[in-house]
Structures are given as C-alpha cells and as structure tokens.
C-alpha cells in the first residue's frame, strides 16, 4: 500500500521521477516491428563484448599457446577497460535505433530528437542521487568504517559455530553503509578469511569441520553484501529501481526493508546457524521456504485492487 502511495498521480505537485515526461505518441497507421527493439540491444551486447575484447587485447597472450582459451578470456576481460566499452556501445545503440526510427518514417528527425531529450532528462534525478550516494560511499571509505565494523567484531571472543552468522550481519551492515556489495567484498574476505582459520583451530576444530565453517563464511561474504547492497538507500541497483519504478526514492527504501530483512533473518535462523553445525541444505532448504510461507501467511496483507 505505501509502495503504491510513493507512486503520485500525474499532474499533482509530487509528480516526479516519471518516464512519461513529455511522452510522443507515434500515428496509430504505423505498423510496429519487433526488431525495432531488439536489434539496438543487440548492438549494445555485441558492442560491449566487442568493445571489451579490443581495449584488453594483448598481443603475447593470444600468441602464446601455453594458456588455455578459458585464460585467455579472462585475461583480456580483466585488461580491458568496461568504461570504454559500454560508454561506445551505449552511443551505438542509440544512433541505430535513431536510424530505424527515422528511416521507417515512424518519428521525424525533430521527435526523434526529442524523445531522446526526455529519455536523458528521465535519468537526471538518478544521475544526481548517484553522483552524491557516491560522495557519502567515498567519506565512509576514507574513515575507514568498514575496517573499523570488522575489526570491531573481530576482537570479539566468538564460538566458531556463530562466526558465519556475525559475518552475514557484519557484510550486510558494511555493504548498507557504503552502498557496494563488491566493495565489502573486496573490504571483508581478507580481514574474515583468516580470522575464521585462526578461530576454528583455537577451539580445536578437525579439519573437516573447520573447512565447513570457512566454506559457510565465504558464503556469507556474498549474500550478506548483496543483501545490504539491495537494501541501502546509496546504492545504485536500489535507485535505478525506484527510477524504473517510478517510485519515490525513500519509499521504496522503507517498502522493501520488510521484505529484505525478513528473507535475512530465516536465512540467519533456519540456514546460516544450522548449517555451521552440519546440518543438510536439503533440510534447511525446505524448512526455510515454510518459515517464510508462515509468515506471509500470518503478516501479509492483499493488495488494494485500484479501480478507475
């Protein structure tokens, strides 16, 4: 209900983050095509990868037969500069759509360009929230807060069996925070790594046990910074999702906190915690998905049908 309220009406005051900003209308005569749509996206695929190849091309790796194709792959995407490649392919993709558009007569060149104008304008509100999301991400890097969080619990005496759970909910607080889930990742897998090895055989885990908790850990670098991520208000992902929604920013941070923080804390109890005792995902799998279905079953509410 607050996730449909954050949406406001067309002409109302609020009216913002809207794609339907000066919207053209094209002549009910023309027929529409599909690989209208198709072949631009094509482009900006194809460019991408194209583009990629050649800004990470190097000449002695692809000469040297010693290197497998795999490798060589991943060492000419890993070279090649992402910027580049989708900055021209993005260029590509709008020029051909703009040829298809205009040599089909289904705009004139002057709508085409205006159309245009407005997809820009559409994305302004994100480009700033963007531009500041990554100001407040760059002053929490410099105060070294996710070093500060880490360490903090680190110093922790915790039993072995708890130190995946404390490292989804240290991920997901990090990744919340600085608004990048590949940055806590890069931030957590050194400082939790190590610190979990050293943890398990100072309580005189085996090794086998020991593994299974690292393994749990390192899982839980990933899902507990991919669920900050989702759930931070800087993020990029969750403001190109209230753009493409044509949502209110902070409505859609306060709407989808519920949800997030619900599927975190089964997967807390009935998955994380278990686990590290060896109990089977084949177990933990099922009975999470029921806890969840409980809970939308006793918490949930229908959706208000909206009539016109």
């Known amino acids: 209900r607050k996730a449909r309220a954050a949406v ?61 194709f795999g490798r060589k792959i991943s060492v000419t995407i890993g070279n090649a500069d992402s910027y580049t490649a989708l900055l021209w392919s993005s260029l590509s993709g709008v020029l051909v759509a703009l040829v298809l558009t205009i040599s089909q007569r289904i705009l004139s060149l002057k709508k085409s360009i205006d159309s245009l104008i407005n997809g820009f304008r559409t994305m302004l509100t994100a480009v700033l929230i963007l531009i500041l999301a990554w100001s407040v991400a760059l002053i929490t890097e410099h105060m070294h807060t996710a070093t500060f969080i880490s360490n903090s619990m680190l110093e922790m005496s ?21 608004g990048s889930s590949w940055g806590t990742m890069a931030i957590l897998y050194p400082l939790i790594l190590p610190a979990t090895w050293l943890i398990t055989q100072d309580n005189g885990m085996s090794y086998d046990n020991s593994m299974l908790i690292f393994y749990n850990v390192v899982a839980c670098v990933l899902t507990g910074s991919v669920l900050g991520d989702h759930c931070s208000p800087i993020s990029d992902t ?71």
């Open 8 to 68: 406001p009406e067309e002409g109302s005051e609020k009216f913002s983050f809207s794609n339907e900003l000066n919207k053209l209308e094209v002549d009910e005569n023309i027929k529409a095509r599909w690989f209208n749509a198709v072949i631009p996206v094509l482009v900006i695929i194809f460019g991408t990868l194209a583009g990629l190849i050649s800004t990470g091309w190097d000449p002695e790796v692809w000469g040297n037969d010693s290197i497998a």
């Open 158 to 178: 915790l039993s072995p069996y708890f130190v995946p759970a404390i490292t989804f909910i240290l991920a997901a607080l990090v990744s919340f925070s600085t």
């Open 238 to 308: 969750t403001i190109l999702s209230s753009l493409a929604s044509s949502c209110n920013h902070i409505e859609h941070v306060r709407t989808q906190l519920p949800y997030a923080l619900s599927v975190g804390g089964v997967a807390i109890v009935m998955g994380t915690i278990p686990a590290a005792y060896g109990i089977s995902s084949y177990v933990l799998f099922p009975a999470g998905l029921i806890i969840l279905f409980i809970i939308v079953m006793i918490f949930g509410k229908r959706a208000e049908t909206k009539v016109s």
